[in-house]
Every structure is written in structure tokens, then in C-alpha cells.
């Protein structure tokens, strides 16, 4: 394998790679240590990312591709979308030579891609490296996808979701498309993951020698924790809390009271969450959803409409909320707002609303007998859902109160 | 010990062994490792089965309590209901010459009780094997249970425990009286129980020493997923949210936001739970139990009548359901349905659910003024709960919506 | 440093040391472990206490502070309030020296700072102890608290932490303020804590080498039972449900559904509690706070009071409470309580209310023409709250029902 050395060269190189005929630039690339299945030694279980990229590091990119070309027998799945290489000594020899002239600045938040080349070439060149492998019963792999399409491989199902959880890209924003048909069910004890057909056939065994393993989950995903270090003043009181596959935004705390941040769902700004954010939910910045607060989720709840909450709303301890709401928004504690609960507004507070909304049709359409229903205030900002507790009527009135996180908690 | 050399011989032993006066087959049994006090080094503290059964393998059982009446010395407790033998290597080796003609076909899922023998010997055989025994402060039991009355020992109650979670047994169906006064409010770090007086008195050590436990619960009963491997498509978020003497059926999956399935509570079919099913209570096959949503347990919550939810219902986020239900029942997200809640129904709805539920004489009863009470509506199908955002007033009516669980997920 | 041979010597000691002139007897003080900084190793991280003392063993007090004035250069913080000092063998072997007529009587519950004493001794004098304090990243330390101000050190805010949680304060009653800012945000694994940064510069590496850690929480605080030992009758099913810093008495139930309690708030007596206990609020012996249950907290959710539940209350599944309770009171099952929701009450209940409550002025105040908000009738005993079914008009009357926890589980 040639030699770069410098970085003048290495400019020339990846333009050379990028015109090469029939050259795709990844939509996304990582570097990963994978478990390998207990029952088939083939069989990649999970994956957890050195170094992801999505839409950046292109340079990088082209140095696997061409690493690749030459390896060509460590390809492990190769399709119009995807590319599964296993990465042994002399792929990571192979991607340092080309690699050269940054190896020595590769540290800190520098190419992160050569700093896990390097790491990598260091482990594989201990001795004891094909023994550390096997006891441990992992692997290293490059995945690359080319389109956001339905997902193939477990590399690639995990490649999505660490997009996501490391906000590489919006939430909502990939296909997502046949992850639980390739992630398969798994036991995890701690962030080691093992086959329920495993388990079963040396249960007997586990068990008399004290060695039977407490199981913490059994899930097709992993949890956040187990694969990101979250960013700044985010807060996860319970690891079991946050699927990975999750985005939270800086100064987000997780409370481990009845919530629950499901996979492709999240947050996207400093919020107290003690409710569950179901998947594909999106919570804005400022808010906060109290305690047991329900947000319906697309796999359950909603008719397939994900639901955004706007900015400085507060969910109500107890709430559920099938709408999307705008910002600044309250839905009482304890009441429930789906898509077809009528709710009653006086006209003067529609008015409100009106100003409050200009660019909405709101009750500028017209108007069954029956009044509204919920779902007509979809996205709307500065409303408040109350149940009147002296009629028992559902109503909605112009807030007028402000919505403030602690400041000391965010 | 007499060596048993054909299946025929088997076959009569087995036979002469039940014909021998004062002869009583048991209901259950099993063999299980048990971890002893550290504080009293006699008392079995909890009990891990390699294998039990319930009203089967009766063969076993006769070979199990030949074995015994030749070591009367290993015996531990013995009464009318249930016996607790020590299990040592004179006792592996007297089962195994009476389980000679199976020894080797003795894989996979074929003689159970001879797998555990052969497992035990092994490890009974080894040189090392009472220091590993000591290290590990552990020990091995078989537990006999004659009638199903008041739990008599922690083996016995963990029989019972196990009974239900691997299903050999039906929820509601076994005596568990005594259960609480016979088990140990233990400390339990992973899998393995503390007593708090031991902590106590090496908590300074501990702490000192950088060994101080983290601690994950403090139970008398141990987690589901601590003894039992989920059957195909169970999935169990977190392992804190059922306890073991739950009993969950195929395809059930638990969510870790506001769940829970208490112990002698469980499933019946594929299901998603992201509520409480409370201790006694049993939820259909299909049925959805919404994030947050509770099923009241006979331990607080009921008058003392434990629920049943039936098929494909949906108990809405949040809800709280204190009456059994039929098949295709829905509760509303946020409203709650206890027994004495007063539900409006108007005549149309009454003789649509009166229709949909033939054998059942709702209606025909004298009413009282009031109206009804949810009571009333106890275990009919069809019935769909609600709170009108109009009037405040709690409805039933006959439900038009079918529930489907997301088949991707189960 | 000079050794004391008598009680009647060590007596004459401490009185001669009070006399000091500048002598300030601590309000509290505590031996403990400290984790250290992985980034900066002067820095402590946690304490975790082996003894912790508040208003009480004054003589051990006056025998630390002896020593730490021949030893100044252990000083790590002095103030006015505050003062830490490293433990090292110097620091014992005087200590030991003074406490010397008690060494031997130090077991099992007497004189638990001699026994801290003795076991860091001994762990001192092992010739190891500097390689197994480096692998460990841990050192030991004198905590002292003059006047209970504002927290100005990690090892302060964790002793007003054990203070609440060992019962040696009440709830509510220490000064808390700048215990968010004092306190890191710190990864956990177990009761070890990383910091995120230290994490973040060794992520690849460790993920390569399959020793990546499984994170259980990220939070400012640790958990209660990674310090403490729960006291009789007291159950936690999950640890992540309850702070450091929360209070639990005798015979307090914390079931994994939904529940949580916050630091500074608790239980006084046998409770349930499948719901929320949020910051400061403090719940009543013999209350049952059910599943999903939010009692709202001064961190959010209420203007700043904190809320007290009185004895024998019932606070249904998937209520709201915002409001001060007395004792013998009822939330019904998934309604809310907020301090401004409009209660009805009915003359004959208002009368009944006011029986009794000989000594609450409820309803001879002028009554505004909308009623009564719930806030009128906070700390009142035997309130029933409940929506009416019919109506759907929040209303309260005198409680007919007694709450009674199941004896069996308390």
C-alpha cells in the first residue's frame, strides 16, 4: 500500500479516489467494535461506534473506500446501500499509510477517524491479540451507507441510530425502515449482549456454578448510555430510560420517576423530562413534561402523525397529549388531550388565540355543532388545555402564564 | 445404590417405587442451588432451579425420593407438604445409577432432571469443589411439594415462584399464603442476596475498603429475569419492572417507562405493557396497557377480587382500571373506572352491549336511580369507557374501534 | 502526640479541649472515603461516610480537632463553616492514641468513630496502602460543619446528604442552597463515578478494547442505596427510584413502577409508595401514595411551599396533589389537586369538614362567589377529593373511609 506524506499529497489522493469511476460518497460511515453471536461466529449482534460520520469527513471516506479496493476479500456484505468490511491488521496499516501526515495531530477532537486507525493498528499489533479477540468474542467493522433506504445490516441499523443520539442528524430525518426485523432480540447484562437460545442452552450449567448472569434487559435495542457520553448538563437519572436511537438536547435531565425517551424521539433544547417522549415524539426547548406526562408515540397512540412540542410548554404531571402543540403551550396535570376530544373555547378566547396565531385558520373554518375537537389547535402557540372543574368541561383559553424551567436544574 | 441398566428396568422401579406403601407423588419439584446466610450458614436464603417441574416427570420423582429414603441424613425438612433434601455427591451419584439408561441422551430438551444430575456430578466431582462451594456460599437442594397449602420453606416458596413464571402453572391458581413471613427482606446486588444485618456489621469495612455493594433493590422477592429466560418475542426493558413470580406470555413486551407486573400477575398473550398489572391481575392476549396506565392489585387497590382484563383491549395512557373486563374493551386515556364510579349509559348503548353480551343480564336488573355503578359492567366485551368532554360525565357506551396491537413489535 | 490511658483522662481531655479559647463544637462531622478526580486528583469527587455524626459525640469531636491542629498541613478547606481534612496514618495513629481507652469496646453499635478510627488504621499500615489508594483513585477525610449555611464543599453537601438520609435531621430542616453547584455531574457505574470528560478523552480506547462502561446513571447526585443501609421493614425495589438525600422510615414501600423520591423528601412512618415524592414533599406514617401518584415538589410544579401529606392518607393511582394535606385524606384515583383547582363542597360536608377541624377557620371566611380553591383547605384532616361522576364537578367532603396499609407488607 502506498505511503502518504503529506498533506498536499493526501488533498491529491482523495480527489484522484473521488473520480475514479464508479466513486459514491457515503451518506454516512463508522468505525466499530462489534459483538459477535455466541451460536454463529459470523453473525455480527450489535455494534458500538469508535467514530461515526454522516454527511462530513469525506476525505476519510475516500481513504476506506480505496483501503477497500485492495482488501477486497475482508468485504463482509456489499449492496447498492451498504458495505459491511472487516477491519483487521492490514486494513488499519493500509488506512495509516494513506493516513500519514495526521497521525501525530490525531488526538483531542482531531480526525477522529485517524485516531481510531490508530488505535485500532495499536491493539492488533499486541501479541495476545487474536486471544484478547476470541475470549472476548468481538470484531471490528467500517460500515458505510450510501442512501437512506431500509436498513440491511445490524451495522447499519446501529450506524442510524448513533446518527441520531449523537445529533448528527434530525430526529425523524432517516429511514428507519425493517431495524426490527435486523436487530434481533438480545440479553444484555450491562452493555454485553447475549442470545436467549445461548442462555437457554447453558442455563443449567450458569446456574450451578453461580454464574448465571442478571439479565438487565431484553430488548432489540441497547440503551443510550451504553454507547454515548452525553453532552453538556444533559442529566439521565436511570440508564434503562433512554433507548439508544434517542436524541437529547444540552441541558436535558431524564428523571427516573415514570419517564421514558424512546428511539427517534427526543429533545431539542434544555427540558425536564419525568414523562415519556414515545417514538418519533419531538420536546422543544424550555419545557417541561411533568411527572408520568404521556406523549403519544407513532408505534402506539397516534394514528401515525409524530407529535412535535413546541418551545416553554409544560405538560402537566399525569397529562397525555395526542396533539402537537405550538409553543408556550399547558395542558393541565391529569388531563388527557387526544386528536378527537372535543374541547369547548369561549369567543373571546378564540380571538385570543387568533392573535396569538395569525397565520392560523383556527375557527376561520367552519364550525360543527359540536365545537372543536383537539386536533383542530394542532401546532397552534400559547394555548391551555383545562378541564373546567365545575362543569367538567375540556376547554382551551389563551395562556397567560409563562413557562420557566429552574434555571439551577438546566 | 443399585445401577438401573435399561429403560425396561426404569420402567419397573419406577413402578415398584409407587407402589410402596406410604408412597406420595408430589405436585412439584425441583433442583435448584441455594445461597445461604452469611449470617446462619444452615439457612437457605434463596433458591435458583437448574430444573422444576409441576405435575409431571413423575418417574423423576420416584428416582428423586428413592434416592432420599436411602440418605435419610440429607433430609432438611421434611413434613406433610414438603420435603428439603441436601443434594451432595453420594446423592448425584445415587440418582444417576437409577437414571443410567438416559444419561447420555440427557441433552437439549430431553430429561431435564437427568441433565441437572449430570451437571451437579460433574461439578461435585472436581477437586476443588468445597472450596468452591465455601467461596461461594452456596449450596444445592432438592424441594419436594406435596399439596398445594401455606408455603413452608424459601425453597418451597421459590418452587411456587418459578411454577408460575416458567408457566407450568396458571396465574391465581397456587396457594401463596405465607409467602411474605417465609421470605427474607434481602439486599440484592445483580443476583446475588445480602442481609442487611451482614452489610451492617461490614458496612465501615466495605465502605473503607472501596467494596461498599451498589446495591440494586431491596426485596424479599428476587426479578423475573434473575431466574427465568423470556420465551419468543418477550421482551423485558427493564429487568426492575417484573418480579419474579410474574408470569408473562409470548410476545409480551415491557416498556421501562411507568411499567410493572407484580408477582402471581401476568399476561396471556402477546400484549404491550407499559403500565402496572398489580399482583393477581391477568391481561389478555392482544391488549395494550398504556403508558402509566394501573390495573389495581388485590394487595391495595381492589376489595380483595383480583382482575382480569380480556382480549384486545386498551387501557388508555394513564388510565386506572379497578374492574375486571371483557374481550375488546377500551378505557380512555386519564379517566379512572373503580368499582364504585357511577357510568352514564343511554338506552341505545345499553341494548348494543346487551347484544354483545348475551349471557349476561345488565340492564335486566332494577336500576337503581343513580344509574350504575362500573361494577355492573364487570367482565362484558365490548365496552368502551369514557369521560364526555361536554358534560364531566363518566360513559359507557358499545365500542366501535378495534384494538390491534403493532404487529412489528410482537 | 500524647496517649490517653483512662476514660476519666480522656474525659478531662475533652473538657480541657472545649476550653480552648476559638474551640467551635461542629454542628455535624463525619469520616469518610472520598472518590478523586480521574482529571484533577486534588479534587474530591464523593464522600461516602463510614460514620457521620449531627449534634452528637462531642468528645469524638473535640479528639478530630485536637489532632487536625498538630496536623495543619492536612487542612484541604477551612472557613467558617467548613473544614476538611485528609485522614492519612498520622491522622489515626494520633486519634487512636486519644481515643485509646475505647479502642477495644469499639464494636458493633458503640463508639462508631473509634471503630472508623481503627479500621483506616489498619488499612493504613498495610504496606500496600499507597498502591492500592492509587488504583483505587480514592483518600479519606475529616468533614467538619459549623453553622448549617450554604454548602461549600463536595464533602459537606454529601454529610447534610447522609445527615437527611440517616435520620439524623429532619426532613426540610438543613440549608441546602448551593448544593446544585457544588455537587458534579458525574457518570455512574455502580457507586463508582466517572467524570464525562475523563470519559469523552477515553471513549475510543476503551471501546476498542471492549472495556467501554456501562453507564448507570449521569446525575449531580448518587443513589440512597449507595450509601445506606435501609432500616427495618424498609423495601426499594429499584434503586434508581430514590436520591441521596431522600428520608425513608421504618416500614416505607418503593415499588419500581412509577415511583420516585427526590432528595430532602420522604416518608415519617409505614407508607406505601408507587409514586412521585418530589423535592421537600414529606408524606405521613401509614399513607399509601399509588401507582404513578405525583406529590408535586418546590423544584417544579409548586410556587415555592412544600408540600406535607398528614398520616393514614390515600393518594389514589395516577392522582395530582398540590396541596398540604392533614391526615385520614383521599385523592381519588387519577384526578388532580392543584392549589388554585375550584373545589364544591356542600353545607352538610362543610360542617362535617369543620368538625373535624375544630381549629381551621374553612368556611367563616367570606366565600367568594366561585367557592372554594383547593388551597383553602390545606393541612385539613378526613378530606375526600373527588370529581363528580355525573357532573364532572371536582368536589370534597369528609372522608368515610380509613386508609389502612396491608399489614403483611409493611
Same sequence: chains 1, 2, 3.
Avoid at 466499530?32 to 461515526?52: G, I
Avoid at 443449567?204 to 448510555?225: C, G, T, W
Avoid at 369567543?347 to 364550525?367: C, F, H, Y
Wanted: charged share 20%; hydrophobic share 40%; aromatic share 8%.
Amino acid at each position: 500500500m502506498e505511503v502518504i506524506n503529506t498533506k498536499e499529497e493526501f488533498s491529491t489522493f482523495v480527489d484522484s479516489v473521488k473520480n475514479e469511476a464508479g466513486y459514491k460518497q457515503p451518506l454516512g460511515f463508522g468505525i466499530c467494535k462489534v459483538d459477535l453471536s455466541r451460536v454463529n461466529p459470523d453473525e455480527d449482534l450489535t455494534a458500538n461506534f469508535l467514530v461515526s460520520n454522516w454527511n462530513e469527513n469525506n476525505g476519510s471516506a475516500a481513504v476506506f473506500q480505496k483501503v477497500v479496493q485492495n482488501l477486497p476479500s475482508n468485504i463482509l456484505h456489499q449492496s447498492e446501500n451498504e458495505l459491511v468490511v472487516n477491519i483487521d491488521l492490514e486494513f488499519t496499516n493500509s488506512a495509516l499509510a494513506l493516513f500519514n501526515p495526521f497521525r501525530e495531530e490525531a488526538t483531542g477532537d482531531n480526525h477522529l477517524n485517524v485516531q481510531a486507525m490508530n488505535i485500532l493498528n495499536g491493539i492488533m499489533n499486541h501479541q495476545d491479540f487474536e486471544g484478547f479477540k476470541e475470549e472476548n468474542g468481538i470484531a471490528y467493522r467500517l460500515i458505510m451507507i450510501y442512501e437512506d433506504t431500509v436498513v440491511e445490516t445490524v451495522t447499519g441499523a446501529y450506524l442510524k441510530l448513533d446518527a441520531l443520539s449523537k445529533s448528527k442528524v434530525k430526529l425523524r430525518s432517516l429511514n428507519l425502515n425493517g431495524v426490527f426485523g435486523i436487530l434481533k432480540r438480545l440479553a444484555w447484562v450491562g452493555n454485553t449482549p447475549f442470545e436467549l437460545e445461548w442462555l437457554k442452552a447453558n442455563e443449567m450449567q450458569l446456574k450451578a456454578v453461580n454464574r448465571y448472569h442478571a439479565i438487565e434487559s431484553v430488548d432489540k435495542f441497547p440503551r443510550y448510555l451504553h454507547h454515548i457520553i452525553p453532552d453538556e448538563n444533559i442529566r439521565i437519572l436511570d440508564d434503562s430510560k433512554v433507548r439508544y436511537g434517542a436524541q437529547l438536547a444540552k441541558g436535558t435531565v431524564i428523571m427516573p420517576g415514570a419517564s421514558y425517551v424512546n428511539f427517534n424521539a427526543g429533545t431539542e433544547g434544555p427540558s425536564m423530562v419525568e414523562g415519556r417522549i414515545s417514538s418519533s415524539a419531538i420536546v422543544g426547548a424550555g419545557s417541561d413534561v411533568g411527572g408520568g406526562a404521556s406523549i403519544l408515540g407513532v408505534l402506539s397512540g397516534t394514528d401515525g402523525d409524530p407529535i412535535t412540542i413546541g418551545k416553554n410548554c409544560l405538560l402537566g404531571a399525569n397529562s397525555v397529549t395526542g396533539i402537537p402543540l405550538g409553543d408556550g403551550c399547558i395542558v393541565d396535570a391529569g388531563i388527557a388531550i387526544l386528536s378527537k376530544t372535543p374541547v369547548h373555547v369561549t369567543d373571546t378566547q378564540l380571538t385570543k388565540i387568533q392573535e396569538a396565531n395569525p397565520d392560523s385558520d383556527i375557527g376561520r373554518k367552519s364550525v360543527t355543532d359540536d365545537g372543536f375537537y383537539a386536533f383542530e389547535f394542532s401546532g397552534l402557540n400559547g394555548l391551555h388545555f383545562r378541564q373546567n372543574a365545575t362543569t367538567g368541561q375540556m376547554v382551551v383559553f389563551r395562556s397567560t402564564r409563562e413557562v420557566k424551567l429552574n434555571e439551577d436544574l438546566h
